[in-house]
C-alpha cells in the first residue's frame, strides 16, 4: 500500500510564506510525476504545480512566479514553497503521486491566508 503524508500548511498573513511537503511511504517501484493540487471554497480543484521524475515542472498561471515546487527522489517527497501568499490562495492543497503506474493522493493539508 501507498501513501502520501503532507504537512506544512497553517494560517498566513498576505504577503506571507509557507512550505508545503509531501512524503511517499509504502511499497514503491517507481514514481513519475508528483504534483500539488488545490481547492478552494465553492471551488473545482485545480492543479497548482507539478514536477516530473527528471525535474521538468509545470505551473498554473496563477502561481507561477510565487511557487515553487522541488522533489528529493531519494526521500520519495515533493514540496511546494509558497511566497507572495494571497488571500485568493487560501484552499485545501492536495499532493499527487503517480506511483507503480496508479493515482494516489494524499489527506490534503490546510493554507489559509489571512490578516
Known amino acids: 500500500q501507498v501513501q502520501l503524508v503532507e504537512s506544512g500548511g497553517g494560517l498566513v498573513q498576505p504577503g506571507g510564506s509557507l512550505r508545503l511537503s509531501c512524503a511517499a511511504s509504502?511499497?514503491?517501484?517507481?514514481?513519475?510525476?508528483m504534483a500539488w493540487y488545490r481547492q478552494g471554497p465553492g471551488k473545482q480543484r485545480d492543479l497548482v504545480a507539478s514536477?516530473?521524475?527528471?525535474?521538468?515542472?509545470n505551473y498554473a498561471d496563477s502561481v507561477r512566479g510565487r511557487f515553487t515546487i522541488s522533489r528529493d527522489n531519494a526521500a520519495r517527497t515533493v514540496y511546494l514553497q509558497m511566497n507572495s501568499l494571497k488571500p485568493e490562495d487560501t484552499a485545501a492543497y492536495s499532493c499527487?503521486?503517480?506511483?507503480?503506474?496508479?493515482?494516489?493522493w494524499g489527506q490534503g493539508t490546510q493554507v489559509t491566508v489571512s490578516s
Open positions: 499527487y503521486a503517480f506511483v507503480n503506474y496508479n493515482n494516489y
Open positions: 509504502g511499497s514503491i517501484s517507481y514514481i513519475n510525476t
Open positions: 514536477i516530473t521524475n527528471r525535474g521538468g515542472t
